[in-house]
Nanobody
């Protein structure tokens, strides 16, 4: 029902910033809750940030105060502004669209993106 494509990843030094983008196709983008997940080597996937169709945001504790999730419904795009990056932020970042959101957690997924690599290293 919706296709997602992430972009904006790269190799940066600790303390740098990146902005990830997730472009959506389809007619129902504005109705979905959206989220950014990440998966580091040898680790489980974790939810980094989410945003409801109404713009309510939620963040994983380790990124609070550093990352900002936003959405532009006119452009059918969500963003993850990543500031003060740390080596432990290194992961493949995925965006997801969901039909259900409960206290920041996403359920009943409509689609996942292909992922974009973020590497934070000195």
């Amino acid at each position: 029902q919706v296709q997602l494509v992430e972009s904006g990843g790269g190799l940066v030094q600790p303390g740098a910033s990146l902005r990830l983008s997730c472009a959506a196709s389809g007619s129902r983008f504005s109705t979905y809750a959206m989220g950014w997940y990440r998966q580091a080597p040898g680790e489980q996937r974790e939810l980094v940030a989410s945003i409801t169709s109404g713009g309510v945001t939620n963040y994983e504790d380790s990124v609070k105060g550093r990352f900002i999730i936003s959405r532009d419904n006119a452009q059918k795009t969500i963003y993850l502004q990543m500031n003060s990056l740390k080596p432990e932020d290194t992961a493949v970042y995925y965006c997801a669209a969901a039909r259900t959101v409960v206290t920041g957690r996403l359920y009943n997924f409509a689609s996942w993106g292909q992922g974009t690599q973020v590497t934070v290293s000195s």
